[in-house]
């Protein structure tokens, strides 16, 4: 029931009471419109059972000036006999802003025409999906209209941001036994000369070492080649409450769900094998893997990765199980900081896992938000000092820290902190 | 979001309005009763200035009031004519308000311009074929007993409710 009938209805029958009333038969002919408007419409109504409506949703993602653009086009075709009126509704997913077209359709179908529903919106990323259209069918007038949900899936997955960091050498303490590119101070197969040793049967003969094997008679020497292999990394997003902080509409979780997905796409296209996890109030896991598949799982995972924001407190970072990565490997934390989070960096190395902190700065972040007063300044120095001594306890246990401000790049920091040489820093 | 904004739409609403208040003004000028004329030339002005207004339940107000206006003109001994040509101007003006939101936030497209010609088309068809059968039973005298008249009004009253409880199951 439109809210034109309900005013029509109303409308008629109060004449016609008024009519009666007053006894006055003209006052009755001033309904006859309405009654014609009325009748109109229900004449013009299509037939709800032969009313035959299809739906098609089309996706397409584009990225423009880091803005991630998804354009949706509905098309509505009507595969019944008869013409029909039709009003298409479009609802936006949560945390999405239209940038271009219109949510709402009217048009006027003949038999076998369509029309189409087409709009853009941005969005962070995510999962979206669509099962139905809602359309509303039926006369021109808007009297008799009916409801209906047409089928029209469609789903898209909206990744972070990925910033190209360049391949740089890495030099982590220990390396898996699986062809890659660290040498691996082990003897083997590669292209750097390592030493020399005797000969055994089944030594490829073109790595025999003449000049040794000529010192010494009746013995054959091969040269050995420094074997490389590939690095274990794990990632540990910290996606807990008291971590987010938002200015505007920049958000500090969101550079660093883009730092982690930037990082395991260099170490994935490196070779490497790179386990995710994403800490909070729900722990999402992508273990070790290699290859596409594994960067795929890790988008999927970073694409969905929260700050949950109902109240309820986060899980304390002890909890964090860390026996999820193999023993030996690196680990990289992008967290930025809280008060109790030493114990989990002193867990850590007691594993044995070599461990790089990435702490996106909160006090540089939240600058726009400061008042320049003297007392704010003041509060400011004093966080500071907190947070210099906080990150100097973690320095201390041997865990390389960056500092990181998160309108500076990244990959500087990174390259710089993770291409020492093997007795230093990490 | 932009509102799109149709020329053609807005002279026609325009044209509508200014001929509603028009009839009601002369029916209630020729009675010589000229507070009705000030509040029918009022209630032009009211609705003018809110054609664009974001809620609809304006136009339905509008619509309720002209037709009341129409009634108490008829009421008050004015010519009935001009007072049931305000009654169908005031229905096209309301519907064409409601078309105006309705469209808003449409792109103009062939589509949309398909849709607004069929409604067009439908309306001046509902509005012309019901001031034709009004004035038709202007000019042909029906000397009707009361009772007929108010049992052929109790007959509309239940065939008013038929249709609602129709629309009702329709849902």
Redesign the interface.
Same mark, same amino acid.
């Given at each position: 029931m439109t809210d034109r009938v309900r005013v029509l209805c109303l409308a008629v029958l109060g004449l016609l009471v008024t009519a009666m009333i007053t006894r006055s038969g003209d006052v009755a002919w001033l309904s006859l419109p309405l009654l014609a408007y009325l009748g109109i419409g229900l004449w013009q109504s299509p037939d709800r059972q032969k009313l035959r409506l299809n739906a098609a949703r089309t996706l397409e993602q584009t990225r423009l000036d880091g803005r991630v653009l998804v354009n949706t086009t509905v098309t509505i075709e009507n595969s019944s006999p008869e013409p029909v009126s039709v009003c298409v509704t479009e609802m936006l997913p949560e945390n999405a802003a239209q940038m271009d077209g219109s949510l709402t359709e009217w048009a006027y179908l003949q038999p076998s025409t369509s029309a189409v529903l087409n709009y853009t919106f941005t969005t962070t990323r995510g999962d979206f999906a669509w099962e139905k259209i809602h359309v509303t069918a039926g006369d021109p007038l808007g009297i008799i209209s009916n409801t209906i949900s047409l089928p029209a899936r469609g789903d898209i997955q909206v990744r972070p941001s990925i910033h190209k960091f360049k391949a740089f050498p890495l030099r982590p303490r220990s390396t898996l036994h699986s062809p890659g590119s660290i040498p691996a101070r082990l003897g083997g197969s590669g292209t750097d000369f390592y030493g020399v040793r005797e000969y055994h049967a089944g030594d490829p003969l073109r790595w025999l070492d003449w000049h040794q094997t000529a010192r010494h008679p009746y013995k054959f020497f091969t040269r050995e080649f420094e074997q490389e292999e590939i690095a274990e990394i794990g990632l540990i997003l910290d996606a807990r409450q008291s971590m987010e902080l938002r200015v505007g509409d920049e958000s500090l979780f969101e550079h660093g769900v883009n730092a982690a997905a930037s990082l395991a796409e260099m170490f994935i296209h490196q070779g490497h094998r790179v386990s995710l996890m994403v800490f909070g109030k729900r722990t999402s896991i992508a273990f070790p893997g290699y290859g596409k598949t594994q960067l795929h799982r890790i988008m999927n995972c970073l694409s969905r990765a929260r700050v949950e924001t109902d109240g309820q407190s986060s899980p304390h970072i002890d909890f964090l199980p860390i026996r999820m990565f193999p023993g030996r490997s690196m680990i990289i934390v992008i967290s930025p900081l809280a008060s109790g989070d030493l114990s989990l960096y002193q867990r850590l190395r007691a594993s044995g896992y070599q461990t790089l902190l990435i702490s996106p700065n909160p006090i540089e972040f939240s600058r726009p938000l400061q008042p320049d007063d003297l007392y704010t300044r003041q509060a400011v120095r004093t966080v500071r000092i907190e947070r210099l001594l906080r990150l100097n306890s973690i320095a201390g246990l041997q865990v390389k820290v960056i500092d990181w401000n998160v309108n500076q790049p990244l990959f500087p920091l990174v390259r710089n902190a993770l291409t020492r040489s093997r007795g230093q820093g990490v | /979001?932009n509102k799109q904004s149709c020329p053609f739409r807005e002279t026609l609403f325009d044209a509508s309005l200014s001929l509603l208040v028009l009839s009601l003004c002369a029916a209630y000028i020729m009675a010589g009763r000229w507070p009705g004329a000030l509040c029918a030339a009022s209630l032009g002005g009211l609705w003018f200035l809110t054609r664009n207004h974001d809620q +609809?339940?304006y136009s !339905?107000i509008y =619509? =309720?009031l002209s037709?009341?206006l129409? %009634?108490a003109a *008829? /009421?008050t001994h004015a010519q009935?004519v001009p %007072? *049931?040509l305000a009654?169908?101007l005031s229905?096209v003006t309301w519907?064409l308000n409601?078309l105006m939101y309705? =469209?808003r936030?449409?792109?103009p497209?062939e589509?949309?311009k +398909?849709?607004? &010609? +069929? !409604?067009l &088309?439908? #309306?001046a /068809?509902?509005?012309i #074929?019901?001031?034709l *059968? %009004?004035l038709m039973? +202007?000019l042909v005298p029906?000397n009707?007993p009361?009772i007929v008249? #108010?049992v052929l *009004?109790l007959l509309?009253?239940f065939a =008013?409710d038929k249709?609602?409880r129709i629309?009702?199951r329709?849902?």
């Open positions: - | /979001m +609809r339940w !339905h =619509l =309720l037709l009341a129409a %009634a *008829i /009421m009935p %007072a *049931i009654a169908g229905l519907d409601l309705d =469209l936030s449409s792109l497209k589509s949309t +398909r849709y607004e &010609q +069929r !409604h &088309q439908s #309306v /068809m509902a509005s #074929v019901g001031l *059968i %009004a039973g +202007r029906l009707l009361f008249l #108010v *009004i509309s009253l =008013l249709f609602w629309l009702n329709s849902r």
